[in-house]
């Protein structure tokens, strides 16, 4: 995994190609990293997520993912996905791993090589960080995504030691 790095850090000053913010469907910012980066990127993100397209306040459905520019954001792009809320899906682990997933493949539709990326669902969505190291590790680590430097912006050294921990295992 020579190209996946984990930092305890501020993914607002992220200098990558792209940023995967942990959004909420409606993508107009929240709390945790959303709000961070919606706060950091300024208003131009806010009026390039009203302009996406949304269906019942939907603009991105859970596991997936959407692409804009990133505003002030040291980086080309926002990706902004939607992890699953723990407790209220039977199968959060098929959510993460989609939201991962559709969050890399645009980063690569998108010619990125750098991405940033948040520890997504492991705030205020309640996932289990533990396990969902270990998802969002084994996803990052598939072939396809080799050519991207993906660097984890992880909130405070308990979440740090649990990511350098799935690295071992």
């Known amino acids: 995994m020579n190209n996946i790095h984990l930092i305890n850090g501020d993914i607002t000053k992220a200098n990558v190609d792209a940023i995967v913010n942990a959004a909420n469907p409606t993508l107009l910012g929240g709390g945790g990293v959303d709000g961070a980066i919606h706060r950091a990127a300024g208003p131009e993100l806010l009026k390039e997520c009203y302009g996406l397209e949304e269906t019942d306040g939907v603009r991105c459905p859970f596991g997936k ?3 804009t520019t990133a505003g002030q954001l040291h980086a080309r792009f926002v990706i902004h996905t939607v992890g699953p809320i723990y407790n209220q899906f039977s199968d959060p682990k098929s959510i993460l791993e ?3 997933t559709h969050s890399l ?43 991207l430097t993906m660097t984890f912006y992880l909130f405070g050294d308990e979440m740090l030691r649990i990511w350098q921990l799935a690295t071992k295992s």
């Not at 705030?123 to 190291?133: K, L, R, S």
């Open 65 to 67: 993912a959407r692409i």
């Open 98 to 100: 989609s939201a991962y």
């Open 105 to 147: 493949d645009l980063a690569l539709e998108n010619g990125c090589e750098t991405v940033a990326l948040p520890a997504i669902s492991c705030g205020v969505y309640g996932y289990p960080p533990e396990e969902a190291a270990e998802i969002a590790l084994s996803v990052c680590a598939r072939e396809k995504y080799q050519s």
